[in-house]
């Protein structure tokens, strides 16, 4: 039986259109419009909260704190890509630091994000390059044990497969698969909309919620005819 290989070097990817669009949401929009699903767990956070990252998944399985495939996918992954790494939330080792975070700056990927430990907090802030991460550890890794590269990985419990739409911010981060990511920028174009117009009505001073009452008595909490 034939087996795919280790290492996929070719995938397809979300359009560079759609990751510029999808750059100038939120998180938080593009979650809801894409069910509420695909979003991280919030350990996999910003290094700072002014950190954005948006582009296509090239994705990396390792197992705990070993790092050998991610200087490999360093190597492979092309400008604008976000390396997605699946180190199995471990925190007993950091799996990145300076030294390879550079090379991702100098390379143009456009961010990584790692479901584990990384290191050099201070350094990686004047780096000014978007990382995501579960935490951080001094230890450093192994470079022994192998891998895989642009496989489909969780991380931080949602599934990513390779070229997938990814964008994270203060919140955390979504993941939209890529051939439905285009449909769902002008669910975003609505959703920002109406939020907007829902701010403007709270500033007026309407801050009733007109859905309320349906849902407490669709729960049973208020009885047909009854209001707050």
């Given at each position: 039986m034939n087996q795919l290989?280790?290492?996929?070097?070719?995938?397809?990817r979300v359009s560079p259109d759609v990751v510029a669009k999808a750059s100038?949401?939120?998180a938080a929009i593009l979650a809801d419009v894409a069910g509420r699903r695909g979003t991280m767990h919030g350990r996999v956070a910003p290094v700072h909260q002014s950190m954005k990252v948006a582009g296509p998944a090239f994705t990396v399985e390792v197992r705990p704190g070993d790092n050998l495939m991610i200087h490999a996918a360093i190597a492979l992954a092309q400008p604008g890509d976000v390396l997605v790494i699946d180190g199995k939330g471990d925190q007993?080792?950091?799996?990145?630091g300076t030294l390879m975070l550079s090379a991702c700056k100098k390379r143009g990927l456009a961010g990584v994000i790692v479901d584990?430990?990384?290191?050099?907090?201070?350094?990686?802030?004047?780096?000014?390059?978007?990382?995501?991460?579960?935490?951080?550890?001094?230890?450093?890794?192994t470079k022994f044990v192998p891998g895989r590269i642009n496989h489909p990985i969780s991380a931080g419990g949602a599934v990513v497969n390779p070229g997938d739409l990814v964008v994270g911010d203060a919140d955390g981060v979504v993941v939209i698969e890529r051939e439905k990511a285009p449909a769902m920028m002008a669910l975003a174009d609505k959703k920002v909309a109406d939020e907007a117009a829902r701010i403007e009505s709270i500033a007026r001073g309407d801050t009733a919620a007109k859905w309320l009452p349906a849902a407490l008595r669709a729960a049973g909490v208020l009885k047909e005819g009854e209001t707050l």
């Open positions: 290989p280790e290492i996929i070097r070719t995938i397809d100038t949401y939120q007993t080792a950091a799996l990145m584990a430990s990384i290191r050099d907090k201070l350094e990686i802030l004047e780096l000014d390059f978007p990382v995501f991460s579960a935490g951080f550890n001094p230890a450093g890794p």
